[in-house]
């Protein structure tokens, strides 16, 4: 196989994000260290290669038509319709239990869904991006069912600002999660606090390898993760 695969302050509007699913919905930012090496480990038998040369293609061009294009929100109808394609190729080489590899751990840029609102909620739909620059939006997945989705942001293109669900990841079946999150914390500024209640969002694993993770929700919304290396990434 060729991978293995196991989402504002007190003056402020507050629009309820809904966070890398079709619900409103959490990633902690060190993952359980592991080599992550040609191999993806199943946890009830052999390893398994996960460096097949046309997953590798797939990989590169799917990377190429997400990345740059704020998350999906630059792209046009038809250009939403290649990228699925090319994730619907990829989830091809996907293993049989992908919940169940440990590359799952780590941090995650999430670099396109094809609702680009869905990452964000209020804060990235047509009105919200008028007032919030969007500068990254993170998933950690730190082992064994910790999850974290933070956005970064900046006000009117100068107060620095992130909004970040903390939440407890639970295994439905061979490919399918679910993630509790707490009430969403907000940073303006100074200002710092808690608002709302606890949501949750179900997520398809569809491919994963050591440079992407492929989702789906359960509303049907395709989100593409790259693992992040350090630093910011421009989505």
Not at 166 to 176: P, T
């Given at each position: 196989m060729a991978a293995c695969s196991l989402t504002l302050s007190s003056s402020l509007?507050?629009?309820?994000?809904?966070?890398?699913?079709?619900?409103?919905?959490?990633l902690s930012l060190h993952s359980t260290s592991f080599a992550l090496k040609s191999q993806c480990f199943r946890v009830s038998s052999s390893s398994v290669s996960i460096s097949s040369r046309p997953a590798d293609d797939?990989?590169?061009?799917l990377l190429s038509k997400v990345i740059?294009?704020?998350g999906g929100v630059s792209l046009t109808t038809k250009q939403h319709q290649d990228v699925a394609q090319v994730a619907n190729e990829l989830n091809k080489y996907?293993?049989?239990?992908?919940?169940?590899?440990?590359?799952?751990?780590?941090?995650?840029?999430v670099v396109y869904c094809s609702n680009p609102t869905s990452p964000g909620g209020g804060y990235r739909s047509a009105l919200g991006r008028l007032f919030f620059k969007t500068k990254d939006m993170v998933q950690a997945v730190e082992a064994p069912d910790s999850v974290r989705n933070k956005v970064s942001f900046s006000v009117f293109g100068f107060l620095e600002?992130?909004?970040?669900?903390?939440?407890?990841?639970?295994?439905?079946?061979?490919q399918w999660i679910q993630v509790i999150f707490q009430p969403p914390e907000l940073r303006v500024g100074a200002m710092d606090f808690q608002y709302g209640g606890e949501s949750e969002v179900k997520l398809q694993i569809t491919y994963i390898d050591e440079k992407i993770r492929l989702g789906k929700g359960s509303r049907g919304s395709l989100f593409v993760f790259r693992r992040r290396h350090g630093g910011s990434t421009n989505v």
């Amino acid at each position: 196989m060729a991978a293995c695969s196991l989402t504002l302050s007190s003056s402020l509007p507050q629009p309820k994000p809904s966070f890398f699913g079709s619900k409103p919905s959490h990633l902690s930012l060190h993952s359980t260290s592991f080599a992550l090496k040609s191999q993806c480990f199943r946890v009830s038998s052999s390893s398994v290669s996960i460096s097949s040369r046309p997953a590798d293609d797939l990989v590169a061009s799917l990377l190429s038509k997400v990345i740059k294009t704020d998350g999906g929100v630059s792209l046009t109808t038809k250009q939403h319709q290649d990228v699925a394609q090319v994730a619907n190729e990829l989830n091809k080489y996907c293993v049989d239990e992908p919940v169940k590899c440990p590359l799952i751990f780590g941090d995650w840029d999430v670099v396109y869904c094809s609702n680009p609102t869905s990452p964000g909620g209020g804060y990235r739909s047509a009105l919200g991006r008028l007032f919030f620059k969007t500068k990254d939006m993170v998933q950690a997945v730190e082992a064994p069912d910790s999850v974290r989705n933070k956005v970064s942001f900046s006000v009117f293109g100068f107060l620095e600002g992130e909004v970040s669900l903390k939440g407890k990841l639970k295994v439905l079946d061979h490919q399918w999660i679910q993630v509790i999150f707490q009430p969403p914390e907000l940073r303006v500024g100074a200002m710092d606090f808690q608002y709302g209640g606890e949501s949750e969002v179900k997520l398809q694993i569809t491919y994963i390898d050591e440079k992407i993770r492929l989702g789906k929700g359960s509303r049907g919304s395709l989100f593409v993760f790259r693992r992040r290396h350090g630093g910011s990434t421009n989505v």
